[in-house]
């Protein structure tokens, strides 16, 4: 089983955006529900948006109206777009299954006010 490949992320300034990519293997990308996950120092890791394949998507309330999270069938690629970064979106991000399987290294978010 291949590890999630996530890239994007980057420091930007509070009220920039970025838009992180993620990677996946076919057999894992095909039959699941896919998400981003963060996690910020001293925290537990959180779901922070998700794209159920027969539903429409979810997000956490704290980013809900700033990230978008959509899906690339052709290329198994998940990508998350921020909008709107606030300090408190700083975070490693992760995408993964719902449940999650192996996890990758992540991305760094960091946004400085």
């Known amino acids: 089983q291949v590890r999630p490949v996530e890239s994007g992320g980057g420091l930007v300034q509070a009220g920039e955006s970025l838009r992180l990519s993620c990677s996946v293997s076919?057999?894992?990308?095909?039959?699941?529900?896919m998400a981003w996950y963060r996690q910020a120092p001293g925290k537990q890791r959180e779901l922070v948006a998700s794209?159920?394949?027969?539903?429409?998507?979810n997000y956490a309330s704290s980013v809900k109206g700033r990230f978008t999270i959509s899906l690339d069938n052709a290329k198994n690629t998940v990508y998350l777009q921020m909008n709107n970064l606030k300090p408190e979106d700083t975070a490693v991000y992760y995408c993964n299954s719902v449940p999650p399987h192996l996890w990758g290294q992540g991305t760094q978010v960091t946004v400085s006010s």
């Open positions: 076919g057999s894992i990308f095909s039959v699941n529900d």
């Open positions: 794209a159920p394949r027969d539903a429409d998507t």
